[in-house]
């Protein structure tokens, strides 16, 4: 069992208001030292297949077809091997 | 300059509705394998400091007062050293 963690950014060229008012709420709170905000998308996919390959290739399957707008987008993948008592517990 | 990357999480025990709409569209598409689905919030903060001391401390501030609810929702910081090269070009 693998755990994809997927983080899905806007391509750099993309405006991202979400960001921009955050930002705002941020200097409004008296914080100067940030200069910029860019808001996200995270996604857990939790893959019950025995390689780190197959759970690469169909955490990057999900992404294309469903997870990710392939023109404004981008997304990073990282995974990491689970136990299925993590599951169980998480499950809970 | 740092990059602080900020992943925004329900707590295991929220309900999570968008995982687990997420979670069907990709059974529909055949993925079978993806046991269950979780999503979550990233933030990218570029903060203007000396120190990851000081980075990290402002980072958790936003968090703690801004960017995550306290009651359904975790969060996890990683900080990363920055050129202002790199600031200008992502500006761009």
Chains 1, 2 share one sequence.
Do not use: F
Request: overall charge negative.
């Amino acid at each position: 069992m693998y755990k994809a963690t997927i983080a899905i950014t806007l391509r750099p060229s993309i405006l991202d208001p979400e960001g921009k008012t955050v930002h705002r709420a941020l200097e409004n709170l008296g914080y100067d030292p940030v200069e910029q905000v860019r808001m996200g998308k995270q996604a857990e996919l939790w893959i019950d297949v025995e390689t780190e390959a197959e759970a690469r290739r169909l955490a990057e399957e999900a992404c294309d077809r469903l997870l990710a707008n392939p023109v404004t987008e981008n997304y990073e993948i990282s995974l990491a091997s689970v136990s299925e008592e993590e599951v169980r517990e998480m499950a809970q």
